[in-house]
């Protein structure tokens, strides 16, 4: 039975990073005894609710299981409460699209070789693509001195080179991820600043 002793949880939202996905919540507080959680999903499609592998958990989250990793898929969720005989009402979170909803995170910088007017960079990307993606590196990289004017690079390979520096100087660059998607564009978040020197000819 639905009970109005029992609240909802709270704070419900999905949570995505580099399209791994989970949904959290915050704990129902409740004098004695322990509460339990239920998370059902259904898509766009298919409108019929179904369970997502956390029925009864003690855990205030809930991972999208392998089949919900659909970028493109409109999902729902739904969460409830129980305690014994008791369950809360359902909450119900607004429809997700990993595609637009997730955040990106910045690329990684496996290596950087120094020459005299180049930086050549080998970067991985922050997430494992799938077939038929289009992804550019978009490079910020400025001398590291206070007047410093910023070259901006977009590359799709995942090697790379920053060409034109001076010899003998030090360079500074940050990187982030672009990925085209079915509405435009998805931008990653920026790597943190890393600096390297030119070598002398």
Same mark, same amino acid.
């Given at each position: ?9 709270? $704070?419900?939202?999905?949570? %995505?990073?580099?399209?791994?996905? +989970?949904?959290?919540?915050? *704990?129902? !507080?409740? =004098?004695? @005894? ?75 910088? $496996?290596?950087?070789?120094? %020459?005299?007017?180049?930086?050549? +960079?080998?970067?991985?990307? *922050?997430? !494992?693509? =799938?077939? @038929? ?69």
């Amino acid at each position: 039975e639905t009970s109005p002793h029992l609240p909802a949880p709270e $704070n419900v939202e999905v949570y %995505s990073y580099n399209f791994q996905s +989970l949904l959290r919540w915050s *704990p129902v !507080p409740v =004098e004695n @005894g322990l509460v339990l959680y239920t998370v059902q999903y259904r898509t766009r499609f298919h409108r019929v609710w179904s369970e997502m592998g956390c029925t009864e958990t003690p855990q205030t989250w809930c991972r999208f299981p392998p089949e919900l990793r659909r970028r493109r898929w409109t999902i729902e969720l739904r969460l409830r409460a129980q305690l014994g005989a008791l369950s809360s009402a359902w909450v119900h979170t607004p429809p997700f699209v990993a595609e637009t909803n997730t955040t990106l995170g910045p690329p990684r910088v $496996n290596s950087v070789r120094a %020459s005299p007017d180049s930086l050549l +960079l080998s970067v991985s990307p *922050p997430f !494992p693509p =799938e077939p @038929g993606d289009s992804l550019q590196y978009l490079v910020s990289c400025w001398e590291n001195t206070t007047s410093a004017t910023e070259k901006k690079l977009s590359e799709s390979k995942t090697l790379f080179q920053i060409g034109n520096l001076k010899e003998s100087t030090l360079y500074c660059f940050s990187i982030q991820v672009q990925l085209k998607i079915y509405s435009g564009h998805l931008l990653g978040q920026q790597s943190a600043p890393e600096c390297h020197r030119t070598t002398l000819s």
